[in-house]
Nanobody, 124 residues
Framework: VQLQASGGGLVQAGGSLGLSCAASERIFRQYPMGWFRQAPGKEREFVSGITWNGGRTEYADSVKGRFTISRDNAKNTVYLQMNSLKPEDTAVYYC??????????????????WGQGTEVTVSS
């Protein structure tokens, strides 16, 4: 499975961005999906995740109420809508697929497939 993330860019604090992650195969529909981010000098961290059918979602405390994850299995795509962005949201954002899981896992090493990352910069 190949994942292609897109939608990053430069935005002012308080603004919004929408990220997309397109998968190359229909089998993607069976996998929980996650978004992670890595800021300069920091470790990769969990942002949000969603089960295969969208029935359950999870968010890091730092983004709750501001970010929304969703998926469209007909399009093999998962989305991350980011509102009320803050400078501390600046990072490279990665999407990932969990081939082995059935629920949302927050540990990055649970995910077998990763996209190439898309950069998000929030200016103050």
């Amino acid at each position: 499975v190949q994942l292609q993330a897109s939608g990053g860019g430069l935005v002012q604090a308080g603004g919004s961005l929408g990220l997309s992650c397109a998968a190359s195969e229909r089998i993607f529909r069976q996998y929980p999906m996650g978004w992670f981010r890595q800021a300069p000098g920091k470790e990769r961290e969990f942002v949000s995740g969603i089960t295969w059918n969208g029935g359950r979602t999870e968010y890091a405390d730092s983004v709750k109420g501001r970010f929304t994850i969703s998926r469209d299995n007909a399009k093999n795509t998962v989305y991350l809508q980011m509102n009320s962005l803050k400078p501390e949201d600046t990072a490279v954002y990665y999407c990932a697929a969990d081939r082995s899981g059935w629920t949302v896992r927050m540990e990055s090493d649970a995910y077998e497939y990763w996209g190439q990352g898309t950069e998000v910069t929030v200016s103050s």
